[in-house]
């Protein structure tokens, strides 16, 4: 009987049934190919780290810039431009750090990582 609970993991590791190990196997990599195409479901992180696609990371970074919390009243200085966070648009990232809209933007589109300046946390 077959259902959509198919235990994977289970059925990975029986040694004694080559058969449920193979159809097994068969539907891991199904699913595997699957994932690669992500055709509706836009991945930023893949996307953020897809070196020979500026126009598709340029939009995640404006995606994931957009998303940002923006702080009205921020006080100090962005650390990437060490100009006043209340000319511009300051952005909060989610380690808490904050930083102009423009310069965060152009730190993620010029670096390889999507990390923040300051202390290296995913943003
Ligand atoms: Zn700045
Ligand atoms: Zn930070």
Redesign the pocket.
């Known amino acids: 009987m077959y259902t959509d609970q198919f235990d994977l993991d289970d059925a990975m590791t029986i040694p004694d049934n080559p058969e449920a190990r193979q159809e097994a196997v068969i539907r891991l990599v199904s699913e595997l190919s699957t994932v690669d195409k992500a055709t509706d479901q836009f991945d930023l992180v893949d996307a953020l780290t897809m070196p020979d696609n500026p126009e598709a990371r340029r939009q995640a970074v404006i995606c994931l810039v957009s998303e940002m919390a923006t702080v009205d009243d921020a006080t100090g200085d962005c650390s990437i431009c060490f100009q006043s966070l209340s000319e511009g648009t300051p952005k909060q990232?989610?380690?808490?750090?904050v930083y102009h809209r423009q310069c965060i933007t152009d730190w993620l589109l010029n670096g390889r990582s999507n990390?923040?300046?300051?202390?290296?946390?995913d943003?």
């Open positions: 990232v989610s380690c808490n750090h990390t923040c300046p300051m202390c290296r946390h943003i």
